[in-house]
């Protein structure tokens, strides 16, 4: 029904920067909030970053003033520019979107696949 396809991340240098995008496609009809949350290993899954529909941002403050949310409503995709990277955000970082099926009238959660990101001291 629906599909999110994650791209970027990989290996980057300290200091680097990469840029995550995610498309949400598929039986839509709305989508509200959108996100990006990673997980270290061992570590429990954090939000990042996340955007409303009408561009509200919040940032985690490990990333402020490094991170960038931004989306585009009509492509329905919601990209995470890094900068300033550190090794401590080294993780797999996950696209989270609520959205709303046609004919339907709940709320749902999806998330992406996942994509790693890798920063090397």
């Known amino acids: 029904q629906v599909q999110l396809v994650e791209s970027g991340g990989g290996l980057v240098q300290a200091g680097g920067s990469t840029r995550l995008s995610c498309a949400a496609s598929g039986s839509i009809f709305s989508i509200n909030g959108m996100g990006w949350y990673r997980q270290a290993p061992g570590k429990q899954r954090e939000l990042v970053a996340r955007i409303t529909s009408g561009g509200s941002t919040n940032y985690a403050d490990s990333v402020k003033g490094r991170f960038t949310i931004s989306r585009n409503n009509a492509k329905a995709t919601v990209n995470l520019q890094m900068n300033s990277l550190k090794p401590e955000d080294t993780a797999v970082y996950y696209c989270?979107?609520?959205?709303?099926?046609?004919?339907?009238?709940?709320?749902?959660?999806?998330w992406g696949q996942g994509t790693q990101v890798t920063v090397s001291s």
């Open positions: 989270n979107v609520d959205l709303l099926l046609l004919e339907s009238s709940t709320w749902l959660d999806y």
